[in-house]
C-alpha cells in the first residue's frame, strides 16, 4: 500500500495513519459485458457540473456557464432552466422537478415537473447559496452550501442547519430516507499539522456537524447510499508531494451507519464517481476510465466493456440500461 516517503513525511505519521485503513476482501474478479459505446456532441456547452435521468429517460446536464440542458428521446437539445450563471448542481425527486443549486446571488430554484416554472427558495427572507444536493430514494432532499445544511421537505417548509464547520472541501454527499446526510472528503497533509494527514474518509452528520464514521484519514471521491440502508464509498489514491502514500481501497460498504466498512470490490482502483439507480445497481466510473456495475450489492462486479481512456468523473445510468458517462471533458453513451 505504502509506496514512497520522503523525510518530509515523518514515518510515524504514516503507521499512525495507516491503522485507520482497512482494505479487506477477496481478489478482485469480475465479468465483463459488451457495451456499444458512442461520444454524445454538443457544441459549446462547457463543463458539465451534474447529470440526472426523469421519468421520460430525457438526460438533463447542469453545466456550469449554460445552464440547464434537456435533451429528449429524439436527441435534440434544449435549454430549460431560467437562471444560467454560477450553476453548481441540480438533483431531481420522484415527481420529477429539479432542484438547481447556485452560488451567492441565486440561491435554490425548484422548477415543476414540465421545467416550465422555476421559483427561488428562500429561507428566512435569504438565498441559501448550494454547492451540493442530494436526494434519497423517498424523495427527501438534502443541500449544502455556505456552511450550512439544508432540508427540503415535501410540505414544502425548509430547514437550514448551521454546519458548525468552515470547511469546502467534500467531495460528493448522500442522504437515506430517515434523513442521515453522509459526505465524503479528500485526505490532506498539514506541513505544520502535527498529525500528519487529516480530513478524509466519510463523515456523518449529526446536529449540524460532520463526524467521522469508521472510514478516515483515506480520500473518498463520492459517497452512495441504496434502498437497504448501505453506504457505498469510492475511494482513490492520496498523494502528498507527488509521492502515492495510500493506494486506493476500491469500495468501501458500511451496513451499519457507518461505524464499520470493508472492500467490497475494485480493490486498487481509483473510483472517480459512483452512482446507485432505482433497483439498487451500483456504478463506478474509475481514474483509468473503466465502468463496473454491481447488481447484488457489490458483492461481485461485471465490466461494461473498454475503457474509456479517461477519468469518469461523472456517471448515471438511464432506464433503458443504458449508461451516460462524463469523461475529459466529453460526454459518452454506453449500450448493451
Known amino acids: 500500500m505504502l509506496k514512497g516517503y520522503s523525510s518530509f ?124 444536493l442530494a436526494i434519497s430514494k423517498c424523495g427527501n432532499v438534502a443541500g449544502y452550501g455556505s456552511s450550512n445544511f439544508y432540508l427540503f421537505y415535501e410540505d414544502k417548509e425548509y430547514e437550514r442547519i448551521p454546519a458548525n464547520v468552515f470547511y469546502n472541501g467534500f467531495t460528493g454527499m448522500c442522504v437515506t430516507d430517515d434523513w442521515k446526510i453522509y459526505l465524503s472528503d479528500y485526505a490532506l497533509y498539514g506541513d505544520q499539522v502535527a498529525v500528519g494527514l487529516y480530513g478524509g474518509g466519510v463523515n456523518l452528520v449529526k446536529d449540524g456537524k460532520p463526524q467521522k464514521t469508521g472510514l478516515r484519514h483515506i480520500s473518498v471521491e463520492d459517497v452512495v447510499s441504496d434502498s437497504k440502508g448501505y453506504i457505498y464509498a469510492g475511494t482513490r489514491s492520496t498523494i502528498v508531494k507527488r509521492y502515492t502514500i495510500f493506494d486506493g481501497c476500491g469500495i468501501q460498504k458500511s451496513c451499519d451507519n457507518g461505524k464499520t466498512w470493508f472492500c467490497c470490490g475494485l480493490d486498487g482502483y481509483d473510483i472517480y464517481s459512483l452512482s446507485i439507480c432505482d433497483n439498487d445497481i451500483l456504478y463506478a466510473g474509475t481514474k483509468s476510465g473503466e465502468i463496473f456495475f454491481s447488481i447484488d450489492s457489490g458483492n461481485s462486479w461485471i465490466s461494461a466493456g473498454i475503457p474509456l481512456e479517461a477519468a469518469v468523473s461523472k456517471i448515471i445510468p438511464d432506464h433503458n440500461s443504458g449508461i451516460y458517462v462524463y469523461a475529459d471533458y466529453r460526454l459518452f453513451y454506453g449500450k448493451r
Open 9 to 132: 513525511i515523518p514515518i510515524f505519521l504514516i503507521l499512525f495513519n495507516i491503522s485507520y485503513i482497512r482494505c479487506i476482501g477477496s481478489p478482485f474478479e469480475h465479468e465483463e459485458v459488451n457495451y456499444n459505446w458512442s461520444e454524445i456532441v454538443i457544441e459549446d456547452f462547457g463543463i458539465i457540473q451534474e447529470m440526472v435521468i426523469n421519468s421520460n429517460n430525457e438526460l438533463l446536464l447542469a453545466t456550469k456557464y449554460n445552464g440547464i440542458l434537456k435533451r429528449d428521446l429524439e436527441n435534440n437539445w434544449e435549454e430549460i432552466s431560467s437562471v444560467y450563471r454560477s450553476l453548481n448542481t441540480i438533483a431531481i425527486d420522484n415527481d420529477d422537478r429539479i432542484y438547481a443549486g447556485y452560488s451567492y446571488g441565486y440561491g435554490l430554484y425548484v422548477s415543476d415537473k414540465d421545467y416550465l416554472e422555476w421559483n427561488p427558495l428562500k429561507i428566512n427572507g435569504d438565498e441559501c447559496p448550494i454547492e451540493m
